[in-house]
């Protein structure tokens, strides 16, 4: 009977303890990259605000089947639903399922005639669940190199 209560107050500490050191991380999260593009608005544009030209510089969207409707794509189990655009910016609402939503951000700034910075961003919001807390630091990680990859596929593709 012992050993089971030293169990239980155990995994109670335990938890409180991961629970207390999630506190600590921050409730949004953004992963950003930039890269800069001698192209001109409007094909920057191209490329970037209308989802059913992603194929021709986003990986996963040429190896996977997409379907389109309106401005939503369905990829595998995400779901990327085009929610601004403007002349200089896009913004999507990016569903991944097993994961808080993220906005997704994509604008193209003037650098100088001809040339402009393209800046993508992923923002999330995570409740204070230590699990998601935590899985926000492997965001940086796995989404910034993707991005850097992907940003690297567009400028090869603009020119």
Same mark, same amino acid.
């Given at each position: 009977?012992?050993?089971?209560?030293?169990?239980?107050?155990?995994?109670?500490?335990?938890?409180?303890?991961?629970?207390?050191?999630?506190?600590?991380?921050?409730?949004?999260?953004?992963?950003?990259?930039?890269?800069?593009?001698?192209?001109?608005?409007?094909? @920057? +544009?191209?490329?970037? $605000?209308?989802?059913?030209?992603?194929? *021709? /510089?986003?990986?996963?969207?040429?190896?996977?089947? =997409? &379907?389109?409707?309106?401005?939503?794509?369905?990829?595998?189990?995400?779901?990327?639903?085009?929610?601004?655009?403007?002349?200089?910016?896009?913004?999507?609402?990016? @569903? +991944?399922?097993?994961? $808080?939503?993220?906005?997704?951000?994509? *604008? /193209?700034?003037?650098?100088?005639?001809?040339?402009? =910075? &393209?800046?993508?961003?992923?923002?999330?919001?995570?409740?204070?669940?230590?699990?998601?807390?935590?899985?926000?630091?492997?965001?940086?990680?796995?989404?910034?190199?993707?991005?850097?990859?992907?940003?690297?596929?567009?400028?090869?593709?603009?020119?």
């Amino acid at each position: 009977m012992k050993l089971v209560k030293l169990f239980f107050i155990s995994v109670l500490v335990l938890a409180s303890i991961i629970t207390a050191i999630s506190t600590l991380f921050p409730s949004t999260v953004v992963v950003s990259r930039a890269i800069e593009v001698n192209a001109q608005s409007d094909k @920057i +544009a191209y490329y970037v $605000a209308d989802l059913n030209h992603w194929n *021709e /510089w986003m990986t996963e969207w040429k190896e996977n089947k =997409v &379907v389109f409707q309106n401005d939503t794509a369905y990829i595998g189990t995400q779901k990327i639903h085009i929610a601004q655009k403007t002349d200089s910016s896009v913004q999507f609402n990016w @569903i +991944a399922t097993g994961q $808080a939503p993220y906005l997704v951000t994509i *604008e /193209w700034l003037p650098l100088q005639e001809g040339t402009y =910075v &393209v800046h993508w961003s992923f923002e999330q919001h995570v409740k204070w669940y230590p699990w998601e807390k935590f899985q926000t630091l492997l965001n940086e990680k796995l989404l910034g190199g993707k991005m850097e990859l992907e940003l690297q596929h567009l400028q090869a593709a603009i020119h």
